[in-house]
């Protein structure tokens, strides 16, 4: 049963994130590149404020995936890294903590490049 309400509140979560996503995208001028920035931001904001952490606790997926989700991933990156490095983990910190996510996005998008043409529209 345990499962099942994990499962129920990670679709909640991010059906919910993914629906002011869609919200946005209907009903205001904003561009997908200002929405998904808009995005990594407020995970960021939100786990400085100390109100993502529970949510990712409830919803663990639902909360993580999405790109609010790695903005979270940031914060952390950068607050264990100040933590243990000190002044120096501001800038390291991020990065190492979101490597495997931007070498993944950067790989497969090398590899849709070299596969699909691209057409001007």
Not at 23 to 41: F, G, M, N, S
Not at 78 to 85: G, I, L, M, R, T
Not at 108 to 113: E, M, N, Q, S
Request: glycine share 14%; proline share 2%; charged share 10%.
């Amino acid at each position: 049963m345990e499962i099942i309400t994990k499962c129920l509140w990670a679709f909640i979560v991010g059906g919910a994130l993914c629906l002011i996503g869609q919200i946005l995208i209907d009903y205001t001028k904003l561009t997908p590149a200002r929405i998904l920035t808009a995005y990594v931001i407020s995970g960021v904001a939100l786990t400085g404020l100390g109100i993502y952490k529970p949510l990712v606790k409830l919803a663990g997926a639902g909360a993580t995936v999405p790109l609010t989700g790695f903005g979270y991933c940031l914060a952390q990156g950068v607050k264990e890294a100040v933590d243990s490095q000190g002044l120096l983990g501001v800038i390291t910190g991020g990065l190492s903590a979101t490597a495997a996510g931007i070498t993944v996005a950067v790989v497969l998008g090398f590899l849709a490049a070299l596969i699909f043409k691209s057409d001007d529209k």
